[in-house]
């Protein structure tokens, strides 16, 4: 079955300090890749996307991503994370024949001082 | 306003009502899409709407769920004869586009409840 997987529920990291989050996918063909931020009472909001190209893509508020085919992951990493940066993370895929994306189920990330 | 508004922010309802959930898209955006998301779960498709057609709804749970965008800008979801594991927060998005690589711009949510 087609999925995609965000393997840690929740991370908790100290403000600088460096963060990572997992997503991996299993589908026959490279999809689409986005990564979602959710905060408290809030919208989802894109953070970045990669369509082709340059497998490392840069995003809003300082987060990148890169895509690895060989492992079928598009891993979120940011160098030094702030207290703002607690929130829920979503990975997301689509394909170019559709329209709708496939979300993972998320990681809680929680900002320590 | 700016971005995609959803009313009521928070609705509880008892097992068997009838309720009815709104989106307001970004002005001039042609795709609107619901997804439901589950406690500790990512959203998940429910519709799609393109312009006033709805071009998917494969997502629906059951019949009991009902969307409309008659005029091709708000939508209602509507979910016939509540149970208890149709709580959930229901998300609407709506997009520029018509392919998946267009920015999705999520609302708030409506937070539903059935007691």
């Known amino acids: 079955a087609q999925s995609v997987t965000q393997p840690d529920i929740h991370i908790t990291v100290s403000e600088g300090a460096s963060l990572e989050l997992r997503c991996n996918y299993s589908?026959?063909?490279?999809?689409?890749l986005f990564w979602y931020v959710q905060s408290p009472g809030q919208g989802l909001q894109l953070l970045l996307k990669?369509?082709?190209?340059?497998?490392l893509v840069q995003g809003i508020k300082g987060f990148e991503a890169e895509f690895k085919r060989s492992q079928s992951s598009f891993n979120l990493r940011k160098p030094s994370v702030h207290w703002s940066d607690a929130a829920e993370y979503f990975c997301?895929?689509?394909?170019?024949?559709?329209?709708?994306?496939?979300f993972g189920a998320g990681t809680t990330v929680t900002v320590r001082a | 306003g700016a971005g995609v508004s959803q009313s009521p922010r928070y609705k509880v309802a008892k097992r068997g009502q009838d309720v009815a959930l709104r989106c307001d898209p970004i002005?001039?955006?042609?795709?609107l899409f619901w997804y439901q998301q589950a406690l500790g779960q990512g959203p998940e498709f429910l519709t799609y709407?393109?312009?006033?057609?709805?071009?998917?709804k494969s997502g629906l749970p059951s019949d009991r769920f009902f969307a409309e965008r008659p005029e091709g800008s708000v939508s209602t979801l509507k979910i016939q004869r509540t149970q208890q594991e149709d709580s959930a927060v229901y998300l609407c998005?709506?997009?520029?586009?018509?392919?998946?690589?267009?920015?999705?711009?999520f609302g708030p949510g409506t937070r539903l409840t059935v007691l």
């Open positions: 709407f393109q312009n006033e057609a709805q071009l998917d």
């Open positions: 998005a709506s997009s520029p586009g018509l392919a998946v690589y267009n920015e999705q711009f």
């Open positions: 997301a895929v689509g394909f170019s024949n559709d329209y709708k994306l496939s």
């Open positions: 990669y369509f082709s190209g340059d497998t």
């Open positions: 589908y026959g063909a490279t999809p689409y």
């Open positions: 002005s001039g955006h042609v795709s």
